[in-house]
């Protein structure tokens, strides 16, 4: 079974941007989940999807969004980038099951200039 | 408010056995993940409890006491490529997780 993807792995844009990254996750799960990962906030959740509804979302402002298709891929968009969004963008992905743990895709790597 | 708190950095010796503590304050509860991340690379599962007690997979062992919200991460027989951070995660009632900051372990000869 092919494991989690994304797209684009690395990515440099500047202040006042917006960017958009892509998540494959493993076939048949229909929970995506998107996280942003600094050194200095550690690993945080920002929203989940279920679906291709959004089931859970963490404290991150608007310009963080996302969208899931019907057949489980999932996007997310930042708007305005701010030199604060540089990160490691993590997507998991689940069967959406209580119980079962989520497998992280490679990440997508964002430096704003 | 959610709060995960775990050592930031370990060392232990190959063929050691070290514990990794994990302590939580969290608004409801539904699990706690622990998960291994070699640098540069994604976080991977290594174990999952929701009921008291303990659970052994190989090398690896947690436990979990919901009482005192506090787990650990046993690794025993320790390789040098066990030298990664492990990542303390709980979901609480909303079933959002929430990863603590990672405590990196650094195995050496």
């Known amino acids: 079974k092919a494991g989690v993807t994304q797209t684009p792995r690395y990515l440099i844009k500047t202040r006042g941007q917006q960017v958009t990254l892509s998540c494959s996750p493993i076939?048949?799960?229909?929970?995506v989940s998107w996280y942003q990962q600094t050194p200095g906030q550690g690993l945080q959740f920002l929203f989940e999807?279920?679906?291709?509804?959004?089931?859970n979302k963490g404290n991150f402002p608007g310009r963080f969004s996302g969208r899931q298709f019907s057949n489980s891929r999932s996007e997310m968009n930042v708007s305005t980038l701010e030199l604060g969004d540089s990160a490691l963008y993590l997507c998991?992905?689940?069967?959406?099951?209580?119980?079962?743990?989520?497998?992280f895709g490679p990440g997508t790597r964002l430096l704003v200039l | 408010g959610q709060n995960i708190d775990q050592p930031t950095e370990m060392t232990a010796t190959e063929g050691a056995i070290v514990q990794i503590n994990c302590t939580y304050q969290?608004?409801?509860?539904?699990?706690l993940f622990w998960y291994q991340q070699h640098a540069g690379e994604a976080p991977t599962f290594l174990s999952y409890?929701?009921?008291?007690g303990l659970e052994e997979k190989g090398r690896f062992s947690s436990f979990l006491s919901r009482s005192k919200g506090y787990s650990y991460l046993l690794l025993k027989e320790l390789q040098m490529k066990d030298s990664a951070s492990y990542l303390c995660?709980?979901?609480?009632?909303?079933?959002?997780?929430?990863f603590g900051r990672g405590t990196s372990l650094i195995v050496h000869p």
């Open positions: 076939s048949g799960h229909r929970s």
């Open positions: 999807y279920f679906s291709e509804t959004q089931r």
């Open positions: 995660a709980v979901r609480g009632g909303s079933y959002i997780p929430t």
């Open positions: 998991a992905s689940s069967s959406g099951q209580a119980k079962e743990t989520q497998y």
């Open positions: 409890n929701v009921l008291d």
């Open positions: 969290t608004s409801g509860f539904n699990g």
